[in-house]
T-cell receptor
Framework: TQLLEQSPQFLSIQEGENLTVYCNSS?????LQWYRQEPGEGPVLLVT?????EVKKLKRLTFQFGDARKDSSLHITAAQPGDTGLYLC??????????FGTGTSLTVIP | GAVVSQHPSWVICKSGTSVKIECRSL??????MFWYRQFPKQSLMLMATSNEGSKATYEQGVEKDKFLINHASLTLSTLTVTSAHPEDSSFYIC?????????????FGPGTRLTVT
């Protein structure tokens, strides 16, 4: 069961454009993680957010955790072809398990 | 983060046979590991939580007798797909749970591509 909905599901943009990916749930997370996955590989952790309203920046990537800890967003500034990949959010509710969002497939065209 | 390996990276087997996939934590002892399955163009679905020295906890809808998990040491968890069928063909990924910054984070292996013919 996918408890986290991501939007958009697919995104194709030109190099240099900005984009935002959303991760939404009706449940409250104790923490939320964002990953990027390349085809045929395991996901790579980008960031973990734990506090409502928290904002973290990783170079051109900005991650925000909603005040109520039910949603999160990933904003990429001046996208580059190297940003192409599958972006996944994963939330932890109680316990140690993480449940993944539906995923956003990003293609940045040179 | 942790370094996690999986073996094999890909495997092809005939319908009805069993396949074992290994997940190793190479640089720290992992009490908890997770197994996920990912179908093409889809996200990861949590199958089970593997706990060292105890029985695995399976997610709803995952057959524990079909997907056997053994976490016999702090560095190794195995997933055995028994009596595999073509619908079991998928990308199987394990992860290791760590707390490097005082909070739960997971680190993924490179995945195993299973094709059942």
């Amino acid at each position: 069961t996918q408890l986290l909905e991501q939007s958009p599901q697919f995104l194709s943009i030109q190099e240099g454009e900005n984009l935002t990916v959303y991760c939404n749930s009706s449940s409250v997370f104790s923490s939320l993680q964002w990953y990027r996955q390349e085809p045929g590989e395991g996901p790579v952790l980008l960031v973990t957010v734990v506090t409502g309203g928290e904002v973290k920046k990783l170079k051109r990537l900005t991650f925000q955790f909603g005040d109520a800890r039910k949603d999160s967003s990933l904003h990429i500034t001046a996208a580059q072809p190297g940003d192409t990949g599958l972006y996944l959010c994963a939330g932890a509710y109680t316990g140690n398990q993480f449940y993944f969002g539906t995923g956003t497939s990003l293609t940045v065209i040179p | 983060g942790a370094v996690v390996s999986q073996h094999p990276s890909w495997v092809i087997c005939k319908s009805g046979t069993s396949v074992k996939i290994e997940c190793r934590s190479l640089d720290f002892q992992a009490t908890t590991m997770f197994w996920y399955r990912q179908f093409p163009k889809q996200s990861l679905m949590l199958m089970a939580t593997s706990n060292e020295g105890s029985k695995a906890t399976y997610e709803q809808g995952v057959e524990k007798d079909k997907f056997l998990i053994n976490h016999a040491s702090l560095t190794l968890s195995t997933l055995t797909v028994t009596s595999a069928h073509p619908e079991d063909s998928s990308f199987y990924i394990c992860s290791v749970l760590g707390t490097p910054r005082g909070r739960n984070e997971q680190y993924f292996g490179p995945g195993t591509r299973l094709t059942v013919t």
